[in-house]
């Protein structure tokens, strides 16, 4: 295998031309169901268009989505295998286009989920690609990206911290704050202690609003206490964790759920009226139990879907926690070549946070 960035010829055509590719590593999937498909290779160097920077990649995070995908869960639409995984990355700008007006060579950035959804509302064609799925990602050494579709990192954060936004953060934000609107008088109720949740708590907490955490560990819900979780329930202990909810809200029900888990019936019988659930996975699987929604449009509750965010949104987070001297919650750090075993220890459900990888 050439090492990373040497220069390998290559001849072009009968001219005798010679030119030569900048060679990089890069991890791309190469078929579902099976860990032995994700791979570690040597691939060219992404090239810059005008509009575009060049970034190299210092550290990424992983996302449940990386895993499911990994494990066949979703498909491939639009892309075709093999593919760069993993969607949330931190870095330096090497390389700029000759259009490129935001950035310069050595500022600090981080991708956006979606490189054309720069502002504004949600639009299909906004969000028709995705890094890591319908696009390849950012588990490689240096990625290409329009200006627009990058985050400038304050210097408070670490790239390993700076990689932890993009996806889970993003969507927290979006939902409590872009949203929600969140009051200090409103109460959310978060399920579980992945990536999500956990910046949920910390966003809940930031604007003085109550919040209700879940987990099958004491040990997790100890540290959701101290980061400020008003309330825990252990879903082992009280499987009907909606009627918990209800009863240390003295029956009121919460304002908001973040719906991570599959678990929507129980998240609207937890929900106020007038309420709202944000939409955003289901990290347990499918659940056999159909939510009953004939209440909903009586007690003008709203179920919102939530498709992660803008690169607006990604700015105005890492300017908030920045501000309010704010750190994401990282779980564990993993080395470039530990990718697989990132993978796998987000598959075993033991995080609390967000996992990364080191890249650079």
């Not at 979703?74 to 007006?101: H, N």
């Not at 989920?113 to 588990?139: E, I, M, N, Q, Y």
């Not at 050494?141 to 790239?159: G, I, N």
């Not at 978060?190 to 910046?199: C, D």
Request: aromatic share 8%.
């Amino acid at each position: 295998m050439q090492s990373p960035n040497q220069q390998m010829p290559v001849v072009a055509g009968s001219t005798g031309l010679t030119l030569t590719s900048i060679l990089m590593k890069a991890y791309k999937l190469h078929g579902p169901k099976s860990l032995e498909n994700f791979k570690l290779g040597t691939y060219d160097e992404p090239a810059v268009r005008d509009h575009e920077v060049k970034i190299q990649v210092k550290a990424v995070s992983l996302n449940f989505r990386d895993w499911a995908l990994a494990n066949g869960w979703f498909g491939y639409p639009g892309e075709k295998l093999p593919f760069i995984p993993f969607s949330d990355a931190a870095g330096i700008i090497t390389e700029v286009g000759a259009s490129v007006t935001r950035f310069r060579v050595g500022d600090r950035v981080a991708a956006n989920f979606f490189p054309d959804w720069h502002d504004g509302a949600f639009t299909a064609a906004k969000t028709a690609r995705s890094l890591g799925g319908s696009t390849d990602g950012v588990l490689a050494e240096y990625v290409s990206f329009p200006e627009q579709a990058v985050a400038k990192v304050p210097d408070s954060f670490s790239f390993e911290e700076a990689a932890a936004f993009p996806c889970a953060g993003v969507t927290a934000w979006h939902s409590l704050v872009v949203q929600a609107q969140l009051k200090p008088t409103d109460t959310v109720l978060l399920q579980g202690t992945g990536g999500v949740s956990i910046f949920g708590l910390q966003i809940a907490k930031l604007m003085g609003a109550r919040a209700i955490i879940t987990s099958s560990s004491d040990e997790k819900l100890a540290q959701a206490r101290d980061m400020g979780a008003d309330v825990l329930i252990n879903y082992k202990e009280a499987p009907n964790w909606d009627e918990k909810a209800r009863e240390l809200t003295q029956d009121e029900g919460v304002d908001y759920v973040l719906e991570v888990a599959g678990q929507m019936a129980r998240s609207i019988k937890a929900l106020k009226p007038g309420g709202s659930i944000f939409q955003i996975g289901a990290v347990g699987g499918p659940n056999d139990e159909a939510p009953n929604l004939s209440m909903v449009p009586i007690n003008t509750q709203r179920l919102q879907g939530i498709y992660v965010g803008s690169t607006r949104m990604l700015t105005d987070m890492l300017q908030a926690f920045d501000r309010n001297q704010l750190k994401p919650v990282i779980s564990k750090t993993f080395g470039f070549d530990q990718a697989k075993e990132a993978l796998s220890y987000m598959g075993s459900g033991s995080h609390f946070g967000k996992i990364v990888v080191q890249v650079g």
